[in-house]
């Protein structure tokens, strides 16, 4: 199947500081790759919509300034955690999508530990 | 307001019995579902999915069965085995809106253990 990794696997950073993290497609070509938020006993939300080559779209109550994305070539999509703070704290995983026999998929990394001291 | 609702954090099984995991779903708009297995500091893992206009998908000891009337979803797992103890998100998405979408609305998960 489909392969999405994700760097770093685990990151521990100081508040006020900015952490990116970057997802790449391994073997295809994503022009959709999503990212989503997870904490503790909850679902994963979904933060935002990342196109190859346009604006990425954010869902409401995500901030636009303080995560952004950038999908500069059908492999890559990074997500960059501006003056991170603990709340911040979560465990990140991005997805991309892909169509296999007429129907799309979502092929999901690893994830991606994040704790702000 | 959640969307799709995953009412049991927890299950346990005995191996070899059967494991159902169950999801439902206030959107009726969702016409497509999905089922992910999540281990501990891993990224989800597709198991299997089902569109609207099916009732029922099987592949090998996985079956998911629709019911839209009830805005419901389970996922039959037989036999269970250790190896199956994780945390099963079921997901949703309206793939009629079209190919810029297919965002998926995940529910709270269901942690199944399979005692051996």
């Known amino acids: 199947g489909a392969v999405v990794s994700q760097h770093p696997s685990r990151v521990i950073c100081k508040s006020g500081t900015s952490v990116k993290i970057e997802c790449r497609s391994l073997d295809f070509q994503a022009t959709t790759m999503f990212w989503y938020r997870q904490f503790p006993k909850q679902s994963l939300m979904l933060m935002a919509t990342s196109n190859e080559g346009s604006k990425a779209t954010y869902e409401q109550g995500v901030e636009k300034d303080k995560f952004l994305i950038n999908h500069a070539s059908l492999t890559l999509s990074t997500l960059t955690v501006t003056s991170a703070h603990p709340e911040d704290s979560s465990f990140y995983i991005c997805?991309?999508?892909?169509?296999?026999?007429?129907?799309?998929?979502?092929?999901f990394g690893p994830g991606t530990r994040l704790t702000v001291t | 307001d959640q969307q799709v609702k995953q009412n049991s954090p927890s299950l346990s099984v005995q191996e070899g019995r059967i494991s159902i995991l169950n999801c439902d779903y206030t959107n009726s708009m969702f016409d497509y579902f999905l089922w992910y297995k999540k281990y501990p500091a891993e990224g989800p893992t597709f198991l299997i999915s089902?569109?609207?206009?099916?009732d029922k998908n099987e592949d090998g000891r996985f079956t998911v069965f629709l019911n839209k009337s009830a805005k419901h979803l389970s996922l039959h797992i037989v036999p269970s085995q250790p190896g199956d103890s994780a945390v099963y998100f079921c997901?949703?998405?309206?793939?009629?809106?079209?190919?810029?979408?297919?965002?998926?609305?995940f529910g709270k998960g269901t942690k199944l253990s399979v005692i051996p």
């Open positions: 997805s991309a999508r892909v169509r296999l026999a007429g129907n799309y998929e979502q092929y």
């Open positions: 997901a949703a998405t309206i793939l009629a809106s079209g190919a810029g979408s297919y965002q998926l609305t």
């Open positions: 089902i569109s609207s206009i099916k």
